[in-house]
T-cell receptor, first 116, second 111 residues
Framework: GAVVSQHPSWVICKSGTSVKIECRSLDFQATTMFWYRQFPKQSLMLMATSNEGSKATYEQGVEKDKFLINHASLTLSTLTVTSAHPEDSSFYIC????????????FGPGTRLTVL | GQSLEQPSEVTAVEGAIVQINCTYQTSGFYGLSWYQQHDGGAPTFLSYNALDGLEETGRFSSFLSRSDSYGYLLLQELQMKDSASYFCAVSRGGGGNKLTFGTGTQLKVEL
């Protein structure tokens, strides 16, 4: 149980385009999901907390107009990187709090974004 | 600010025991988690300590001392497949219980 999926697993796009990444909780409902980015050989940096039915909460220094988050249902959150640039190239990972309100977070497999 | 420090690299031989330390300084603390991440993969949950003491889960154990702001992950009977990055993470509570991740430790298991 507690499986989280992400789609796509990797994407290559041209500079200036927008890319949407989906995060789904497959066998449980998640009122809260989290979005992270990770550069090679570095730690996971929390970007934002995605709350079902309300606005996302962004961490300091993360541009909310650039990284649009929508949590439209209890099993789906989306991250849209708008007007992507090469410096946005990274590994984007989502997670969801486990069922039953546990503190454990379950991570999706990640999305490798490369902006040319 | 928030900071969690870990050794950057640890090397050990197959069958050995290795300890990965984590010292933290965060605003808000609910518990300390440990995650394993293989190259290109997602972090997978290993262990969680909310209270002081040792938690054992198979070959992995995790320890927490809240008064010392310190914890460690102990891996026993190391196997080659344990080669990965290991992250400690503090649950800060509030707003869905955010996690702040440590700097990560690259574990290399050799024959």
């Amino acid at each position: 149980g507690a499986v989280v999926s992400q789609h796509p697993s990797w994407v290559i796009c041209k500079s200036g385009t927008s890319v949407k990444i989906e995060c789904r909780s497959l066998d449980f409902q998640a009122t809260t999901m989290f979005w992270y980015r990770q550069f090679p050989k570095q730690s996971l940096m929390l970007m934002a907390t995605s709350n079902e039915g309300s606005k996302a909460t962004y961490e300091q220094g993360v541009e909310k107009d650039k990284f649009l988050i929508n949590h439209a249902s209890l099993t789906l959150s989306t991250l849209t990187v708008t007007s992507a640039h090469p410096e946005d190239s990274s590994f984007y990972i989502c997670s969801a709090r486990g069922p039953g309100g546990t503190d454990t977070q379950y991570f999706g497999p990640g999305t490798r974004l490369t902006v040319l | 600010g928030q900071s969690l420090e870990q050794p950057s690299e640890v090397t050990a031989v197959e069958g050995a025991i290795v300890q990965i330390n984590c010292t933290y300084q965060t605003s808000g603390f609910y518990g300390l988690s440990w995650y394993q991440q293989h190259d290109g993969g997602a972090p997978t949950f290993l262990s969680y300590n909310a209270l002081d003491g040792l938690e054992e889960t198979g070959r992995f154990s995790s320890f927490l001392s809240r008064s010392d702001s310190y914890g460690y992950l102990l891996l026993q009977e190391l196997q080659m497949k344990d080669s990965a990055s290991y992250f400690c993470a503090v649950s800060r509570g509030g707003g869905g219980n955010k996690l702040t991740f440590g700097t990560g430790t690259q574990l290399k298991v050799e024959l």
